[in-house]
């Protein structure tokens, strides 16, 4: 009898052991799996591209020929944004008639708006512009490389919806990328800005630099 429960006791304490290893195998290999599986949609959400201009657009019509202009492609009109703001220093009002564009639904500019792009260009900071462009750096005076080329990135958290996306831009000035919002238009599968956050303040070029 005491032997029967003393091999019934052993059978039991084995089968829990047993039980309780299988269960945390069970579960790092779970957790392993989730990982590897998270870290892969993860990385199909983060993209780089990289856009090649021969020009720069003087005009909206100039900006409407570019065959990016079609706006289905939400990395494009980031990159787009960019050129309109080049023509700021020379002629702010075809600057505005650009973003309008790219803007489409969400536009015109409305005065508070204009003035929030006038406000980062102020003391002689069209260099911002400039710095987004692939070659430009403080130490040759944010001079982009031609032809022209930006880069515009996404990552995991990019689209918080299907009609969303936050993007960001890279700048020669900058340690980190800075975003530009867009909204889509679902009957036309266009994107359009709501929001440019790239132009905040970054490196001095040398020029300009006391220190050097």
């Not at 019934?8 to 047993?18: F, P, V």
């Not at 500019?109 to 400039?130: A, C, H, L, W």
Request: glycine share 6%; hydrophobic share 35%; charged share 20%.
């Amino acid at each position: 009898m005491f032997k029967n429960l003393l091999n019934h006791l052993t059978n039991s304490a084995g089968s829990s052991l047993t039980g309780g290893v299988n269960s945390a195998l069970n579960g790092a290999v779970n957790s392993a799996v989730n990982n590897a599986v998270n870290s892969a949609v993860n990385a199909a959400k983060s993209e780089n591209k990289t856009y090649t201009f021969t020009s720069l657009p003087q005009n909206l019509n100039e900006l409407k020929a570019l065959p990016q202009a079609t706006l289905t492609d939400e990395f494009a009109v980031a990159a787009l944004s960019v050129l309109a703001l080049t023509k700021f220093e020379t002629d702010r009002e075809e600057c505005y008639r650009m973003l309008d564009f790219l803007k489409g639904p969400g536009g015109p500019m409305n005065p508070t708006e204009q003035r929030y792009i006038s406000d980062r260009f102020m003391d002689g900071k069209f260099y911002k512009v400039n710095a987004l462009f692939e070659g430009a750096t403080p130490e040759n005076n944010y001079t982009p490389a031609t032809p022209y080329k930006i880069q515009v990135s996404s990552n995991p958290y990019s689209y918080p919806a299907s009609d969303r996306a936050t993007l960001y831009l890279h700048s020669g000035g900058a340690d980190s990328p800075r975003p530009v919002t867009l909204r889509k238009k679902p009957s036309t599968g266009q994107w359009f800005i709501v929001q440019i956050d790239y132009l905040g303040d970054i490196r001095i070029p040398a020029a300009q630099d006391a220190w050097r």
